[in-house]
């Protein structure tokens, strides 16, 4: 048996008093303990890792990663497109990675591209319809910005796929060492498998997607203090606790296009 103490934010307390009631089975019409400062959960923890509460929150606090997509037409059956991402001031975690998808509507096959990130590094899926901006780990509190400007050719200009747009998963798919990890991460999530057409995805309008991971942080700053972390019976036990924040869809729609609300 465990008996830890969690302390969240006001904003974060409502929602893990709701999850205390429930992991406590309290009846309706008994009212949880007071926990705006506080809280203290007993439970039977499993073998290994396991996760203490889920929760919702509301809360003003700015997200951990902010970005401006802007996609132009520069010549016919070519696009120039910048993508600006700035980390937040309040983030102090370390990016385990981090994926811009960049799909494409309604143009047919990407056939080449010009130009470079200044992090990371840009490959393409199997479909020839979306490039993936592996921005890798560089976002920290050093390198709060990082940007990607592109031109992108389409094969209805009469250009063959370029090869090295080709080798990025090609190697993926072979599982190559040197692949772009972005593209692998991608392929193996059936959720960044995008539709070959969109019908609102027409003219300007189209979106970036964001997929990271921050490794020693939470949005709500909940945490379990180890200092007040019991074990019975007593005996020699080592507890950690770990916060992390996952962010698998994040839509960025183009300024000079069209938006619409996700599901």
């Given at each position: ?33 007071d926990?705006?400062?506080s ?33 132009r ?65 560089r ?17 209805s200009?009469?250009r ?8 990025s ?26 539709p070959?057409h ?61 938006s619409?609300?996700?599901?």
């Open positions: 048996v465990c008996v830890s103490s969690v302390t969240p934010t006001p904003d974060a307390a409502t929602y893990v008093g709701a999850y205390e009631r429930r992991l406590l089975a309290l009846p309706a019409d008994v009212a949880p303990p926990i705006s400062t809280c203290r959960v007993v439970f039977t923890p499993p073998l290994g890792q396991f996760a203490l509460a889920q929760y919702a929150y509301s809360s003003a606090r700015p997200a951990p990663l902010s970005a401006v997509y802007q996609l037409e520069s010549t016919p059956g070519s696009l120039r497109l910048l993508l600006q991402l700035r980390l937040a001031e309040h983030v102090r975690g370390q990016f385990e990675y981090c994926d811009v998808d960049l799909p494409f509507y309604n143009r047919g096959d990407i056939a080449d591209v010009s130009g470079a990130p200044t992090v990371g590094s840009v490959g393409m899926l199997p479909s020839h319809r979306t490039l993936v901006w592996d921005v890798g780990t976002l920290t509190s050093r390198q709060r910005d990082a940007a990607l400007s592109l031109t992108v050719h389409f094969a200009t009469g063959a796929t370029s090869a090295l747009l080709r080798r998963y090609v190697g993926a798919e072979a599982g190559a060492s040197h692949a772009n990890a972005a593209v692998v991460r991608a392929l193996a999530s059936p959720s960044r498998r995008y070959a969109d019908a609102f995805c027409a003219g300007l309008t189209c979106y970036a997607r964001l997929h990271y991971k921050i490794a020693g942080y939470s949005q709500s700053s909940l945490t379990v203090d180890l200092a007040h972390c019991t074990v019975y019976p007593t005996q020699t036990a080592q507890s950690d606790v770990k916060r992390q924040l996952e962010a698998r869809c994040c839509i960025v729609w183009n300024s000079g296009g069209a619409r609300g996700i599901d």
